[in-house]
């Protein structure tokens, strides 16, 4: 089931895009994954979806939930359903965690705001959805300061407080950055188990092979703009757009990690290449791709495979 419907997000700062156009949907029980090198307007996206925005910034388009557009929502009706219908798994525990309230008060408060609940109930609810994030002893380390955790540990209850609302969505923004690989696959884990519960969630990442891993549907990003989608093994499989063959060839194949993906780094807002972004960068690259921005096409031979680039790259 469809719950969230993002159309023509555009996020600009000063006249000129970091979010250009985008377009993308969730359903419930599934994981999408946005993907893309740093700047390319990831964050922007998901904190547009959370009514969160830097106040310079101009936004358009519309983030249909519930048949409501979030956009254009007062700030009021925006906070209530921040954190309770649709909440965020950031990518940095440790600032994200108060360190003057305990575990417990900070997932608890969670309930008492959007839900009315009692100290005590929301405390016992705030131990369940602890344990469900695999802390031992949840009981007892609901009265832990956050420094008492380990990063591993916060990151869970961060991903507890996100949850314990119950929210239809989850957008995890970079969520195990911080992490060791150990604690990373047992951060998917968790992540697997909320869409088989039948969680949507958006994945932001720069790491490929979690998308790998996790993730249902794909959304490449660059510069601002989608420039391919597809269910995950047909990005594997069948990739498209140069970028993405490009990110897919610098994955080394024995390893967990990306590395930096492709010749060059993506240009600044300030600086975005005529025609095609990608251009600079792109080994296909020919005359039009200068003069020219290509649109999203539909790939022929699968089904939902869009790609934007004037050429359609045979694999
Ligand atoms: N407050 C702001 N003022 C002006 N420009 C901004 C602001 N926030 C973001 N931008 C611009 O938007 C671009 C996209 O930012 P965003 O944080 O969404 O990138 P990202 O894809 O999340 O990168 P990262 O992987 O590093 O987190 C930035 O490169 C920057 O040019
Ligand atoms: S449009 Fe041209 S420059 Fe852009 S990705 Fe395709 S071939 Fe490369
Ligand atoms: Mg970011």
Known sequence: MKVLE???????????????NVSFDLNS???????????CGKSLTAFSILGISPPSSILSGKIIYKDTDLLSMDDESKRKIRGNKISLIPQDPLSALNPVYTIGEQIS?????????????????????????????????LKDYP????GGM????????????????LIADEPTTALDVTIQLQILEIMKGLKNKGKAILLITHDLAQVAEVCDRVFVMYMGKIVESAPTREIFLNPKHPYTIGLLNSLPSDSKKSLSPILGQPPSIDSIPQ???FNPRCPF???KC????????DVKSSNDHKSRCFLEIKN
Not at 29 to 39: A, D, F, Q, T
Not at 111 to 140: C, F, G, R
Not at 147 to 150: I, L
């Open 285 to 287: 690259v020919f005359d």
């Open 154 to 169: 916060k990151q869970r209850a961060l991903i507890a407080m996100a949850l314990v609302a119950e929210p239809d969505i």
């Open 6 to 20: 993002v159309h023509n997000l555009t996020v600009s700062f000063d006249g000129k895009a970091a979010v250009d």
């Open 275 to 277: 025609g095609c972004a």
């Open 29 to 39: 029980g599934e994981i999408v994954g946005l993907v893309g090198e740093s700047g």
């Open 290 to 297: 200068k003069k020219e921005v290509p649109e999203l096409y």
């Open 109 to 141: 408060e969670v309930l008492e705001v959007h839900k009315n609940a009692t100290h005590q109930q929301a405390l016992l609810e705030s131990e369940k959805v602890l344990e469900s994030v695999n802390i031992p002893n949840p009981k007892q380390r």
């Open 147 to 150: 420094h008492q955790f380990s």
